[in-house]
């Protein structure tokens, strides 16, 4: 079965420029989850989603982030202006949780590094 | 709120054993543990649901206490495969659920040959 997929894997844009990171989880999971590492802060959870709904958005930094899950096979997290501080890895991950039979286990994607210059 | 891990690294050599702690002050439901390889994505390991409760992966097990809100992860006889941060993750609420995991900011584990 082929895993959770992110692209772009790298990223080199100016600053003021518009990111768009995209998700694809894997199918049957109902749990999409967006991350930022940085050596600074490590793993942050910005977004996640269960079913294609928002549920927790209080992690992202800034209304300059965004995120969208149209279906439950796709998802972005766009970032309008960027900044250099936003340089990071950004982890896409999917989970199937439901109920109390399920190990809770994140599934992450490769990752997309971003650099903003 | 992050939880705490210690060490933040160690180094070893293969064979040896290594203890890896993770605290919070924040009750406790369940303690996720991923292991990180460098450039790479985070890959479970295993997840404590139980106060008290221990399993294991290979060589590698872990405790949670849930009254002192702490968790370990005990590598025994690392290989060199061992190598990588390795990250606790802390929830709050629900049974096992990946929602509102919190992840420490990691210890970085080298085995030596």
């Known amino acids: 079965d082929a895993g959770v997929i992110q692209s772009p894997r790298h990223e080199v844009t100016e600053m003021g420029q518009e990111v768009t990171l995209r998700c694809k989880p894997i199918s049957g999971h109902d749990y999409l989850f967006w991350y930022r590492q940085t050596m600074m802060r490590g793993l942050e959870l910005l977004i996640y989603?269960?079913?294609?709904?928002?549920?927790?958005d209080s992690g992202m930094p800034e209304d300059r982030f965004s995120a969208k899950m149209p279906n439950a096979s796709f998802s972005t997290l766009k970032i309008q202006p960027s900044e250099p501080r936003d340089s990071a890895v950004y982890f896409c991950?999917?989970?199937?949780?439901?109920?109390?039979?399920?190990?809770?286990?994140?599934?992450f994607g490769e990752g997309s590094r971003l650099t903003v210059l | 709120q992050q939880p705490v891990q210690s060490p933040q690294a160690v180094i070893l050599r293969e064979g040896e054993d290594a203890v890896i702690n993770c605290s919070s002050s924040?009750?406790?439901?369940?303690v996720h543990w991923y292991r990180q390889k460098h450039g790479e994505a985070p890959v479970f390991l295993m997840i404590?649901?139980?106060?008290?409760e221990q399993k294991g992966h290979d060589k590698i097990s872990a405790s949670f206490n849930e009254k002192k809100q702490q968790s370990s992860l005990y590598l025994t006889a690392s290989q060199l495969s061992y190598s990588g941060t390795y990250f606790c993750?802390?929830?709050?609420?629900?049974?096992?659920?990946?929602?509102?995991?919190?992840f420490g900011s990691g210890t970085q584990l080298t085995v030596l040959p």
């Open positions: 924040k009750a406790l439901y369940s």
């Open positions: 989603f269960n079913n294609n709904v928002p549920i927790d």
């Open positions: 991950a999917s989970s199937a949780i439901r109920g109390g039979m399920n190990t809770g286990e994140l599934f």
């Open positions: 993750g802390t929830g709050g609420i629900s049974s096992g659920s990946a929602r509102q995991l919190t």
């Open positions: 404590l649901l139980k106060g008290g």
